[in-house]
């Protein structure tokens, strides 16, 4: 084990798009591809040299990574319980992302033997109405909440994630609410990334970095109720509005928040590979840093240029390169990247404005 690996060095959760198909049609959805492509999806050959790939690689860090399996919607996928049991023989740590409407007690029963460490199911509302829109689909709620209570009936550790539209902002506490109810671990919020059919969105959807930054301080607030665990993925503002707070630990949820803690992890401590192969900063920034097909997964972590580019703040341009808490926060460099083209400018939706940008 290499012990001098630096933080911004080490893999700690890599997602991987196990297949492009999916059941449903969510309007916020990364992927632009349709089902039809679903027979380039890399074969259980390859997935398994993907798996012992990232196996081999948390070998060398003081910690092995997780490996999502996500989509698509991953139940679509025909071996994926076989890929899952793979990757716990090589002592990753396993966990899924889903839907949650495919989930059946049957299925549930074998997520819970197949050595899955968390479930993440997807909830966009605390409502059918509200949820059923973004999912594009009648009925998506309820079947998710049934795929859900199969969770909880087989004993299945499980966190709703929230992704946060002007259309279901106002139902932020009812959904954590609702979270509690349902005996989830943890909520997520998902801040939206204008990608794939969320581009459709940008200008319909997309709160203003206003109402943005109101609802980061009502996450601080939800947080510090610590019935739940509560994190923020896509809104690396977030880790300043804590510090604004007077909270730089914030261990109330019961995870902590260190000083090394930070927003933006594409390409730091997070890789996306697609379902071809492809590997990604994150699933949200479309700069592809090579194929794992034709590339050692390892090469790609340490040697890629854009990757190294994207560890080092003091790349950061705009307000970002002289905001001082660029090192904690990062900004999105998704977002960056759909705006501009350029995925180290500044975050276009961030409402704060750096004292130095003023002097």
């Known amino acids: 084990?290499?012990?001098?690996?630096?933080?911004?060095?080490?893999?700690?959760?890599?997602?991987?798009?196990?297949?492009?198909?999916?059941?449903?049609?969510?309007?916020?959805?990364?992927?632009?591809?349709?089902?039809?492509?679903?027979?380039?999806?890399?074969?259980?050959?390859?997935?398994?040299?993907?798996?012992?790939?990232?196996?081999?690689?948390?070998?060398?860090?003081?910690?092995?990574?997780?490996?999502?399996?996500?989509?698509?919607?991953?139940?679509?996928?025909?071996?994926?319980?076989?890929?899952?049991?793979?990757?716990?023989?090589?002592?990753?740590?396993?966990?899924?992302?889903?839907?949650?409407?495919?989930?059946?007690?049957?299925?549930?029963?074998?997520?819970?033997?197949?050595?899955?460490?968390?479930?993440?199911?997807?909830?966009?509302?605390?409502?059918?109405?509200?949820?059923?829109?973004?999912?594009?689909?009648?009925?998506?709620?309820?079947?998710?909440?049934?795929?859900?209570?199969?969770?909880?009936?087989?004993?299945?550790?499980f966190q709703i994630n929230l992704t946060l539209t002007k259309h279901n902002a106002h139902q932020l506490k009812d959904v954590y609410k609702l979270a509690e109810s349902l005996g989830a671990v943890a909520l997520h919020i998902f801040v939206l990334v204008p990608v794939g059919c969320g581009l459709s969105l940008e200008h319909t959807d997309m709160l203003t970095p206003i109402e943005y930054e109101q609802k980061m301080l009502e996450i601080y607030e939800l947080e510090k109720l610590a019935r739940l665990q509560v994190k923020v993925t896509c809104g690396p503002h977030y880790e300043r509005i804590v510090r604004q707070q007077g909270d730089s630990s914030n261990t109330q949820a019961g995870h902590g928040r260190g000083a090394k803690s930070r927003g933006c992890l594409a390409g730091l401590g997070v890789i996306f590979v697609g379902h071809q192969g492809d590997v990604f900063p994150c699933g949200y920034l479309p700069v592809n840093c090579g194929n794992i097909l034709q590339d050692k997964l390892e090469d790609i972590w340490y040697n890629n240029k854009d990757l190294a580019r994207m560890r080092d703040s003091n790349n950061l341009e705009g307000k970002c390169g002289i905001c001082g808490y660029r090192h904690i926060c990062g900004g999105c460099r998704g977002r960056a990247y759909a705006a501009t083209g350029n995925y180290m400018a500044q975050e276009p939706f961030c409402a704060y404005v750096p004292p130095e940008a003023v002097k």
């Not at 798996?51 to 860090?61: N, T």
């Not at 890929?83 to 007690?105: M, R, V």
């Open 1 to 157: 084990m290499n012990t001098s690996l630096t933080p911004k060095q080490m893999l700690r959760l890599l997602f991987w798009e196990t297949t492009i198909k999916c059941n449903l049609t969510c309007a916020h959805c990364r992927r632009i591809e349709s089902d039809d492509t679903a027979d380039r999806d890399i074969t259980t050959i390859q997935a398994k040299d993907l798996i012992m790939q990232l196996s081999d690689l948390g070998k060398k860090q003081p910690m092995m990574p997780v490996l999502v399996f996500s989509g698509g919607e991953p139940l679509c996928r025909e071996d994926l319980f076989d890929l899952i049991s793979y990757a716990k023989s090589l002592n990753l740590i396993p966990a899924l992302a889903t839907n949650g409407t495919l989930i059946d007690s049957g299925i549930a029963s074998r997520i819970k033997n197949s050595g899955v460490m968390r479930v993440s199911v997807s909830l966009d509302g605390a409502d059918a109405e509200t949820h059923n829109k973004l999912r594009c689909m009648e009925g998506s709620f309820e079947r998710a909440l049934e795929g859900i209570n199969h969770l909880h009936e087989n004993n299945v550790p």
